[in-house]
């Protein structure tokens, strides 16, 4: 019973997230259920220390019982854990409720994308991992001099894409969005730390393409582009392509050519537009990104 209770709740919490990526309000239906759908876990909570005696009763005066409990508590599907973990659950998740809401609340009100485009943060299947704030070292000097300066960078980290944030003035519980990126395009690289004891636990953090879509050695964005059709090089400064084949443009003319460098061996030449076709699905372009990337760490 207590299982379509909540299949129901989350279902309308779900309709309520598909209507907008900014939640206004959520206070509305946790009301609703509480009085109209709730009962059967306060008679649950009412009735749990009696449960628990009639449980460890049976399981001392009962064999049967025992025996048949024991033999359930060893199936695969149950974990190895013992079934007193199962009549807490129903417990356990209706405490969990107010936390949860809480969370979801506050991470869709506390960010603020000012100049960048805003991106929808509540998803049915993003999570928060961790958050905390970090310190960015800038180097600042003159022609005789350098010093070494932290500018506090807030980050959130889920499980799927990366926000690096500063506090807004004047209200701590307020963050403006700088930057962000998908998970899969964040690279962290071990450093030495030879800037000072009071430097510790350095790591240099990488974006490989950020929200406006450059790389970190990048000032424009990263066009990657297909071979549909099989081109043979006719002059010395082309590339013959093979379908398949993807390419970071670097440049194009006005005739319909294309200046690439292939990702699978790092050759540049050129090739006519009409046998390729432009990458947009993000999950490829990612992929592309990263294979970017290794191809030049592999040639340094």
């Known amino acids: 019973m207590h299982i379509s209770v909540v299949l129901r709740f989350i279902g309308d919490l779900l309709k309520r997230?598909?209507?907008?990526?900014?939640?206004?309000?959520?206070?509305?239906?946790?009301?609703?259920?509480?009085?109209?759908?709730?009962?059967?876990?306060?008679?649950?909570?009412?009735?749990?220390?009696?449960?628990?005696?009639?449980?460890?009763?049976?399981?001392?005066?009962?064999?049967?019982?025992?025996?048949?409990?024991?033999?359930l508590e060893s199936s695969p599907l149950c974990k190895h854990l013992p079934f007193t973990s199962f009549m807490l659950l129903p417990f356990q998740r209706i405490t969990r409720i107010k936390i949860l809401i809480q969370e979801l609340i506050q991470i869709s009100n506390k960010l603020?994308?000012?100049?960048?485009?805003?991106?929808?943060?509540?998803?049915?299947?993003?999570?928060?991992?961790?958050?905390?704030?970090?310190?960015?070292?800038?180097?600042?000097?003159?022609?005789f001099s350098s010093r070494n300066k932290c500018i506090p960078v807030y980050m959130f980290l889920f499980n799927d894409l990366l926000i690096l944030t500063k506090k807004k003035s004047g209200c701590p519980d307020r963050f403006v969005v700088?930057?962000?990126?998908?998970?899969?395009?964040?690279?962290?690289?071990?450093?030495?730390?030879?800037?000072?004891?009071?430097?510790?636990?350095?790591?240099?953090?990488?974006?490989?393409?950020?929200?406006?879509?450059?790389?970190?050695?990048c000032s424009s964005a990263v066009l990657f582009i297909l071979c549909v059709s099989q081109y043979v090089a006719k002059q010395a400064d082309e590339l013959s392509l093979e379908p398949s084949d993807v390419f970071n443009m670097l440049r194009k003319t006005?005739?319909?050519?294309?200046?690439?460098?292939?990702?699978?061996?790092?050759?540049?030449?050129?090739?006519?537009?009409?046998?390729?076709?432009?990458?947009?699905?993000?999950?490829?372009r990612r992929r592309n990104v990263r294979e970017k990337e290794r191809l030049s760490v592999t040639r340094v």
């Open 178 to 217: 700088i930057d962000h990126a998908h998970r899969s395009l964040v690279q962290v690289q071990t450093t030495e730390n030879n800037l000072g004891p009071r430097l510790d636990h350095c790591f240099c953090l990488t974006l490989l393409e950020n929200h406006r879509g450059n790389t970190y050695a």
């Open 17 to 71: 997230v598909d209507e907008s990526v900014v939640i206004s309000d959520v206070c509305d239906i946790i009301y609703e259920h509480s009085e109209n759908h709730f009962s059967v876990f306060i008679d649950y909570v009412r009735n749990q220390q009696y449960q628990e005696k009639t449980y460890s009763r049976l399981m001392e005066s009962n064999r049967d019982f025992s025996l048949v409990m024991r033999r």
């Open 254 to 284: 006005s005739e319909g050519w294309y200046e690439g460098m292939r990702l699978s061996d790092g050759k540049k030449g050129w090739f006519p537009a009409e046998n390729t076709s432009e990458v947009t699905t993000d999950h490829q």
């Open 112 to 143: 603020e994308f000012d100049k960048l485009k805003a991106i929808p943060i509540v998803s049915k299947t993003r999570y928060l991992e961790k958050q905390g704030e970090l310190q960015e070292l800038c180097k600042r000097g003159s022609l």
